[in-house]
């Protein structure tokens, strides 16, 4: 079984920055991907940022494009997610999330990300 537990999150100012990481109970090289997932109060869960773990590429979406960065530490087996120049609508709660091809996708637990004015 896979444990992804995040941490990081915390309440900030608008225009502040926050740094969130994800670590894996095992090597993050079995997974195809590692995301930043996000859901705000009432609304769907988005995905915020993808790092394909082979390829290193990554995506984006188009809201935190410029603003976020997804990257990996390979030795400490984490993911992290820097956020600067925060909105009030970066408010949410944040899931890192894992795909390991053939066998499905893992979630953590969820950290909240509160932005204030």
């Known amino acids: 079984q896979v444990q992804l537990v995040e941490s990081g999150g915390g309440l900030v100012q608008a225009g502040g920055s926050l740094r969130l990481s994800c670590a894996a109970s095992?090597?993050?090289?079995?997974?195809?991907?590692m995301a930043w997932y996000r859901q705000a109060a009432g609304k769907q869960r988005e995905l915020v940022a993808t790092t394909f773990i082979s390829g290193g590429s990554t995506t984006y979406a188009d809201s935190v494009k410029g603003r976020f960065a997804i990257s990996n530490d390979n030795a400490k087996n984490t993911v992290s997610l820097q956020m600067n120049s925060l909105k009030l609508e970066d408010t949410a709660v944040y899931y890192c999330?894992?795909?390991?091809?053939?066998?499905?996708?893992?979630w953590g637990q969820g950290t909240q990300v509160t932005v204030s004015s």
């Open positions: 999330n894992a795909v390991q091809l053939g066998y499905g996708a893992y």
């Open positions: 095992r090597s993050i090289f079995s997974f195809h991907s």
